[in-house]
């Protein structure tokens, strides 16, 4: 079946400091990869959508400064929280879409707390 | 803005009972997906529609082919595991982004 893992499940930083997340699809070809940032308040935000082979999309709000992303090949993006401070808390979701049905599979998050 | 509206935002109903979420989209949807979420975080994929409706046990999700602006989950006979946050995220036609909704925090009660 289709899988994603993303890790770390969670991350602790200080101020100011930065948080590598990894967000791999096991069983299918993902065709692209979204990022997403769930508040506290349970509100997504769509971060960035990131195609293999094509420019990288950020939503109003988030740059790639702040926020830069990789993803090398079908299986694997990797997004990078620059300088986190306390409004950059939540739960960080890596959300694959398989190539041949258009379906998102979402892993179980990466949650930053910023002290 | 938000193109995405999910209600109602809370729920609590009788195991046994049935009841249906609904969301309303601001614009022409491509697809819709919905999503539990459970207390670990992990977002479990119920249904992806791109039209038409499909159901899978006690839980049942309609697109609107038409004019493709909402869409809803019902859930039958409902039961203590059902007990979680639900949400819908529609594609905007194009673009590949999925936009959430907010979020129904259903409580299914003895």
Redesign the interface.
């Given at each position: 079946g289709a899988l994603v893992y993303q890790y770390p499940r969670r991350t602790i930083c200080k101020s100011g400091t930065s948080m590598r997340m990894e967000c791999q699809a096991v069983g299918f070809q993902a065709t692209?990869v979204?990022w997403?940032r769930?508040s506290p308040q349970?509100?997504?935000e769509?971060i960035a959508?990131s195609?293999v082979n094509s420019a990288i999309k950020y939503?109003q709000n988030f740059t790639q400064e702040k926020f830069p992303i990789s993803h090398p090949n079908l299986s694997f993006s990797s997004m990078t929280v620059l300088n986190a401070y306390l409004e950059d808390r939540g739960?960080y979701?890596c959300?694959a879409?398989q190539q041949n049905?258009?379906?998102?599979?979402?892993g179980?998050?990466s949650?930053l707390t910023v002290l | 803005g938000d193109q995405v509206e999910q209600s109602p935002s809370a729920l609590s109903l009788h195991e046994g009972t049935d009841s249906a979420l609904r969301c309303n989209f601001t614009t022409t949807m491509r697809?819709v997906?919905w999503?539990r979420q459970n207390s670990?975080?992990?977002?479990i994929?119920l249904f992806?529609l791109?039209s038409g409706t499909k159901e899978n046990g006690r839980l049942k999700s309609a697109f609107d082919s038409k004019e493709r602006r909402y869409s809803t989950l019902h859930i039958r006979d409902a039961q203590l595991e059902d007990s979680g946050?639900y949400?819908c995220?529609a594609?905007e036609p194009g673009?590949?982004?999925?936009?959430?909704g907010?979020?129904t925090s259903l409580t299914v009660i003895p």
């Open positions: 692209s979204a997403y769930q349970k509100t997504f769509l959508l195609t939503e739960l979701l959300g879409r049905t258009g379906q998102l599979y979402f179980e998050g949650k | 697809s997906q999503f670990r975080g992990s977002l994929s992806y791109a946050t949400f995220a594609e673009y590949q982004n999925f936009y959430f907010k979020g």
